[in-house]
């Protein structure tokens, strides 16, 4: 007489609560095998994550006008040799003291990182004043108070190393001369 084995797929069982349960504890035996399948791809995947290659290094300075900060300046910092340059571009604004943090924006995950990669960078500077409904009454010219002067990679004497590890760069120093005339 031929025995029968035991059926893993679902059978067909007029009682609902029963069909229930069965196929309630068929799924929660797949989830098991496949989470326990799972383990060391997830493994693998957050090995690869971990490269200093993706890392963001904090990094902050300071701008001055003469010996003063200057307040509003922007920094862009362009990616030069030995910085992995994938489209991201760190920058800072200065605060009323003249002091910046670095952050980078990654716009393929949208999210703001705080520092920059590890490499050699080129800074941009430009000084645009906030525009105020006084100063468009007035008639006041809102353009860079640096006349563009440091705008671009070419005339931007200002170089840094963003290092791993926290940086504190050097100041950004300007001079009273390189400010547009009546734009102070």
Same mark, same amino acid.
């Given at each position: 007489?031929?025995?029968? $084995?035991?059926?893993?797929?679902?059978?067909? /069982?007029?009682?609902?609560?029963?069909?229930?349960?069965?196929?309630?504890?068929?799924?929660?035996?797949? $989830?098991?095998?496949?989470? !326990? %399948?799972?383990?060391?791809?997830?493994?693998?995947?957050?090995?690869?994550?971990?490269?200093?290659? *993706?890392?963001?290094?904090?990094?902050?300075?300071? &701008?001055?006008?003469? *010996?003063?900060?200057?307040?509003? &300046?922007? !920094?862009?910092?362009?990616?030069?040799?030995? =910085?992995?340059?994938?489209?991201?571009?760190?920058? =800072?604004?200065?605060?009323?003291?003249?002091?910046?943090? &670095?952050?980078?924006? *990654?716009?393929? /995950?949208? /999210?703001?990182?705080?520092?920059?990669?590890?490499? %050699?960078?080129? @800074?941009?500077?430009?000084?645009?004043?906030?525009?105020?409904?006084?100063?468009?009454?007035?008639?006041?010219?809102?353009?860079?108070?640096? =006349?563009?002067?440091?705008? %671009?990679?070419?005339?931007?004497?200002?170089? &840094?190393?963003?290092?791993?590890?926290? %940086?504190?760069?050097?100041?950004?120093?300007?001079?009273?001369?390189? @400010?547009?005339?009546?734009?102070?």
């Amino acid at each position: 007489m031929r025995r029968s $084995r035991p059926s893993t797929h679902l059978r067909l /069982t007029h009682d609902p609560l029963t069909a229930f349960r069965e196929a309630l504890t068929s799924m929660n035996r797949f $989830r098991w095998k496949s989470t !326990l %399948n799972s383990i060391p791809f997830l493994f693998l995947l957050s090995s690869m994550g971990c490269s200093g290659g *993706d890392s963001f290094y904090p990094a902050q300075g300071k &701008v001055l006008l003469g *010996d003063k900060p200057a307040e509003g &300046v922007t !920094l862009l910092f362009i990616p030069g040799p030995g =910085a992995k340059d994938d489209g991201t571009k760190p920058s =800072a604004k200065t605060g009323p003291d003249g002091s910046f943090t &670095v952050k980078t924006f *990654d716009a393929s /995950t949208r /999210t703001i990182h705080e520092g920059a990669r590890a490499g %050699n960078y080129t @800074v941009l500077v430009t000084w645009i004043p906030d525009v105020t409904a006084a100063s468009l009454d007035k008639g006041i010219s809102v353009g860079d108070k640096l =006349a563009n002067r440091y705008g %671009n990679t070419a005339t931007s004497p200002f170089k &840094v190393e963003i290092k791993p590890g926290p %940086n504190d760069l050097p100041p950004i120093k300007l001079a009273e001369s390189d @400010v547009r005339k009546g734009s102070r």
